[in-house]
């Protein structure tokens, strides 16, 4: 069975770093795209981050890019989100979710971080 | 403001059927990339309920369906269950934003 665990959450002030991990413990991570997607308290999910099984393509929300990384390693069956300079609008979980090639659907999601931004 | 349109809302009494609508436009829904839906409990991460505007994943009982039209979807649910209670998300990809969108979700409140 397909399982992402999500890691790294916490509390930081604003205009700090965090690194977000989420493990599968699943045996073919490398087969799959994976995708960050968040969801601020008491609202909808946002798409954040994506990256190609290979890590070739990369692709940010306008709201993110140029603060947050992604990157994975597939010897580590992990993925990564690099978040820098972060604001309060950035507090939200932060949920791990796995694509297959030639869909656009996420079909596994991990339990979530939460990322409180605070003074 | 969400690139897919979903009523913030739905409620329908144990057994009865209710459907929740997501309208979105050409770029998106409109698009041979389709509709997906996610039901997220309480607590819990959203689980994809739909997918490709009417594909139940292996688990889903068929109480749940979807359908699409031009640049609208909608999902059913039957048979209304109290542990059905959640909110449920539509999503689609954008070919004009280069983006995966999401509703803004629906809350279900089963009476």
């Known amino acids: 069975e397909v399982q992402l665990v999500e890691s790294g959450g916490g509390l930081v002030q604003p205009g700090g770093s965090l690194r977000l991990s989420c493990a599968d413990s699943g045996f073919n991570f490398r087969n799959y795209e994976m995708n960050w997607v968040r969801q601020a308290p008491g609202k909808g999910l946002e798409w954040v981050s994506y990256i190609s099984s290979d890590g070739s393509l990369i692709y940010y929300a306008d709201s993110v890019r140029g603060r947050f990384t992604i990157s994975r390693d597939n010897a580590k069956s992990s993925l990564y989100l690099q978040m820098n300079s972060l604001r309060a609008e950035d507090t939200a979980v932060y949920y791990c979710?796995?694509?297959?090639?030639?869909?656009?659907?996420?079909?596994?999601w991990g339990q979530g971080t939460l990322v409180t931004v605070s003074s | 403001q969400s690139v897919l349109t979903q009523p913030p809302s739905v409620s329908g009494a144990p057994g009865q059927r209710v459907t929740i609508s997501c309208t979105g436009s050409s770029s998106n829904i409109g698009t041979s990339f389709g509709v997906h839906w996610y039901q997220q409990l309480p607590g819990t991460a959203p689980k994809l309920l739909i997918y490709?505007?009417?594909n139940r994943p292996s688990g889903v009982p068929d109480r749940f369906s979807g359908s699409k039209s031009g640049t609208s979807a909608s999902l059913a649910i039957t048979g209304l269950q109290a542990d059905d209670e959640a909110d449920f998300y539509c999503?689609?990809?954008?070919?004009?934003?280069?983006?995966?969108?999401f509703g803004g979700g629906t809350k279900l409140t089963v009476l």
């Open positions: 490709d505007n009417t």
């Open positions: 979710a796995r694509k297959t090639t030639g869909t656009t659907y996420f079909n596994y």
């Open positions: 999503q689609s990809y954008d070919t004009s934003l280069s983006s995966w969108v």
